[in-house]
């Protein structure tokens, strides 16, 4: 036998297998905040002080393995976090958080090939798939003021700054909606006349710089007034609205892929109505709440990771319309302000990640109605315009509504908003 022999399971000449595993381990235990690992080892990562970010090789090889164990079963504390380094992790791109975050877990990660890339073949906790990284921007447009439908837009930046106008692309309407979509993209979509002439079932789209396409041919009926929101990290759902042709509030459901391609009638469920909004929660399902159907609604309806709506659930009184709701602090979401009968509202409604939705609360700011709301700053919520008003309000992290920010741009209400774009 000839040649220098390593972990050498057989004792024989000839292919040369590793050790039992299959792998090489590494007699150092990791501590540090940061490890680089290759291909053909394993790792005893101790999150005890801080949580690692382990980056994966580069130029992987078919077949490639590494196996990763909580020394000290403290991942449920300080996470392992995987920097797939360039390549995707479960099919899904390094742009994506990928953690694990169950004490005593281990896992061994295997390369396949560039569309699939690391795939985990021992894991104790397989749902701890690749998670969306969270929209930093958002983006208002659309909208009515007393000059007549509009199509222009507005850029909020990571710090919840709001820009000046955009000239907007696209037909001018009022009463559209807006969801991310692709993980870093918006759509825009549906919409109307002010004089309710006709109802649109376009949609746009809005690139991750921001920038609005054209129109894109209606799939869907025309009607305004929908909720939406983005679901499964990756796509996006409208549903609802008043459809002017039919002259009756519906319930209809069209789902976006995450290459924006929008799909056809759905049948809806729940109550129909106009007016609503959505918002994700639970980093991969949705909540569209409130509303108006033959009177002031206070249900609402879940939405799964699959783009299933729900039958009502009951809400929080009193019924209220032209509501304004985002996603904030990574898997809650909020909704504020509104319209209750005879008078404009500023009470907020926390959403919990599992989609309870908990009692009011007096709001901070104008009260108003038909503005919009969108996610950004990666955990953040801005809610702005409506009514004649050109104002902001923040929310934090945790929840907490900020006094007025005086206004950018044109004054308008019955606009649309929606995160998205990985970079503030």
């Excluded at 007699?27 to 394993?42: K, L, P, R």
């Excluded at 700054?161 to 870093?184: I, L």
């Excluded at 983005?230 to 976006?256: E, P």
Aim: net charge negative.
């Amino acid at each position: 036998m000839s040649g220098t022999i390593v972990n050498n399971i057989t004792r024989t000449s000839g292919t040369i297998a590793p050790a039992v595993g299959g792998l090489n381990w590494d007699s150092a235990v990791v501590t540090g905040s940061t490890a680089s690992v290759d291909s053909g080892n394993g790792y005893w990562i101790n999150t005890t002080s801080n949580a690692c970010t382990v980056t994966l090789p580069a130029s992987p090889t078919l077949g490639g393995k590494i196996s990763l164990v909580d020394y000290a079963r403290t991942w449920a504390t300080n996470n392992l976090i995987i920097d797939s380094n360039g390549n995707n992790f479960q099919g899904s791109p390094d742009t994506f958080t990928v953690d694990y975050s169950i004490a005593g877990q281990s896992i061994t990660i295997v390369y396949s090939d560039a569309t699939k890339g690391w795939i985990p073949v021992s894991d104790a906790a397989v749902t701890d798939a690749p998670v969306a990284p969270l929209s930093q921007r958002a983006i208002f447009a659309y909208g009515d003021n007393s000059s007549g439908v509009l199509s222009m837009s507005n850029l909020t930046n990571g710090s919840g700054v709001v820009s000046a106008d955009v000239t907007g692309v696209g037909t001018a309407r009022m009463s559209v909606a807006g969801a991310g979509y692709g993980g870093d993209k918006a759509i825009m979509g549906f919409g109307k006349e002010r004089n309710d002439s006709a109802d649109y079932g376009q949609t746009n789209l809005v690139s991750n710089s921001g920038v609005v396409a054209s129109d894109t041919s209606a799939v869907a009926s025309g009607r305004y007034g929908p909720a939406a929101l983005g679901y499964g990290t990756d796509k996006a759902i409208f549903a609802y609205g008043y459809d002017i042709d039919a002259s009756a509030w519906v319930s209809t459901r069209n789902l976006v892929s995450n290459s924006g391609v929008v799909a056809s009638d759905l049948s809806g469920a729940g109550t129909a109505r106009s007016d609503s909004f959505g918002a994700t929660y639970g980093t991969d399902k949705g909540i569209m709440a409130f509303g108006y159907g033959n009177g002031y609604l206070s249900i609402k309806n879940l939405v799964s990771n699959s783009g299933v709506v729900a039958s009502d659930s009951t809400g929080v009184s009193p019924g209220r319309s032209k509501i304004m709701g985002a996603g904030y602090g990574t898997d809650k979401a909020v909704f504020a302000y509104g319209y209750a009968p005879s008078a404009d509202i500023n009470t907020k409604n926390l959403i919990s990640n599992t989609g309870v939705m908990a009692a009011n609360v007096t709001g901070v700011g104008t009260a108003r109605n038909h503005g919009a709301a969108a996610s950004y700053g990666g955990d953040k919520a801005i809610f702005g315009y409506g009514d004649g008003h050109s104002l902001t309000n923040l929310c934090s992290n945790t929840g907490v509504i900020a006094s007025d920010t005086t206004g950018v741009g044109t004054a308008r209400y019955a606009l649309g908003a929606a995160g998205f774009s990985y970079s503030a």
